[in-house]
């Protein structure tokens, strides 16, 4: 069974936590949804803090990411927005494209920013990246494992030992994964 989820920017932001959970996604473990708005976001943000990235090689990011899911970019969510009421009006649009896909989740660092009064509502919630990556365990073990080793085995600049992929991992907030991975080393 799948899950459909929206990820928020503060999710795509990292490259390296944005390809984990696409791998993921790429390996049907989950249905990935965003939208130009989140797009235009993590990568306003990203080029803001990293003067050294190119506007075009985040644009062909995410062209890749639409190519490589084409369901992926969400439109048509855009009337749900003035319906709704967050504390922070500027996430709106994030619950509205969740709303319009009935995703199960919207992964996210930023809990406050979805209360679960209110996305009870619709049948969603809000969880950080790594208790989302806990569930697809228990959902999926082996294809997760199969999904991990292959997304490590994958990365040839640098390639990476199975320590140093769960550092990279760690880094990227995901400690209850990498704790639970270091127990399976052999199968990643």
């Known amino acids: 069974m799948m899950i459909n989820a929206v990820f928020d920017a503060c999710v795509l932001y990292s490259a390296p936590l944005r390809d984990f959970v696409l791998r993921l996604a790429e390996d049907d473990l989950v249905v990935p949804y965003w939208s130009n708005e989140i ?28 190519t490589r899911f084409p369901r992926g970019l969400v439109t048509g969510y855009e009337s749900i927005i003035p319906t709704l009421a967050l504390s922070d009006p500027n996430d709106r649009h994030v619950l509205a494209v969740a709303i319009h896909v ?5 992964v996210t660092f930023n809990l406050d920013d979805f209360p679960n009064a209110v996305l009870k509502r619709y049948g969603i919630e809000a969880v950080p990246p790594d208790e989302w990556v806990m569930r697809l365990i228990q959902e999926s073990p082996f294809a997760f494992f199969r999904s991990v080793k292959k997304h490590r085995l994958s990365l040839t600049r640098p390639s990476k030992t199975v320590e140093e992929y769960l550092a990279t991992l760690e880094k990227q907030g995901l400690s209850k994964t990498v704790m639970f991975l270091r127990e399976h080393k052999d199968d990643i």
């Open 39 to 66: 797009n235009d976001e993590w990568t306003r943000n990203l080029l803001r803090n990293r003067p050294d990235l190119k506007q075009e090689n985040l644009e062909r990011t995410r062209q890749n990411m639409d």
């Open 102 to 106: 009935q995703a199960e989740y919207i």
